[in-house]
C-alpha cells in the first residue's frame, strides 16, 4: 500500500499563492494518474487537477490559468502551485494515487484557507 502525505497548506489572503506537496511512500514505477481533489465545507469533493502517466495534465475549469500540476518522480513527489488564490478556493485539498494495478491511495488532506 503507498501512502501518501501533503504538506504546503495555509492562510493567505487573496491574490497569493501556496505550493502543495505530496509525496509518495516507496517508489512509484506505474500509475495511472496522480491527482489533486478538494473538498469544501458543505460541498463535494471535486477534482482540481490531473498528472497522467504520459505527462498529461488536466484542471477544473475553476482553476485554469491559476494551479500547475507537476511531478518529480525523483524525489516521489506531486506539486500543486497555485497562484491567484481566490476565497472560493478554501477548502481541505488531498492527494489521489491510482496504480496500473488499480489500486489507489488517497492523503489525509491539507488545509488551505484563503481570506478577501
Known amino acids: 500500500q503507498v501512502q501518501l502525505v501533503e504538506s504546503g497548506g495555509g492562510s493567505v489572503q487573496a491574490g497569493g499563492s501556496l505550493r502543495l506537496s505530496c509525496v509518495a511512500s516507496?517508489?512509484?514505477?506505474?500509475?495511472?494518474?496522480m491527482s489533486w481533489y478538494r473538498q469544501a465545507p458543505g460541498k463535494q469533493r471535486e477534482l482540481v487537477a490531473l498528472f497522467g502517466s504520459g505527462g498529461t495534465t488536466n484542471y477544473a475549469d475553476s482553476v485554469k490559468g491559476r494551479f500547475t500540476i507537476s511531478r518529480d518522480s525523483a524525489k516521489n513527489t506531486l506539486y500543486l502551485q497555485m497562484n491567484s488564490l481566490k476565497p472560493e478556493d478554501t477548502a481541505v485539498y488531498y492527494c489521489h494515487l491510482w496504480l496500473l494495478n488499480g489500486i489507489t491511495s488517497w492523503g489525509n488532506g491539507t488545509l488551505v484557507t484563503v481570506s478577501s
Open positions: 516507496g517508489t512509484i514505477f506505474r500509475f495511472n494518474t
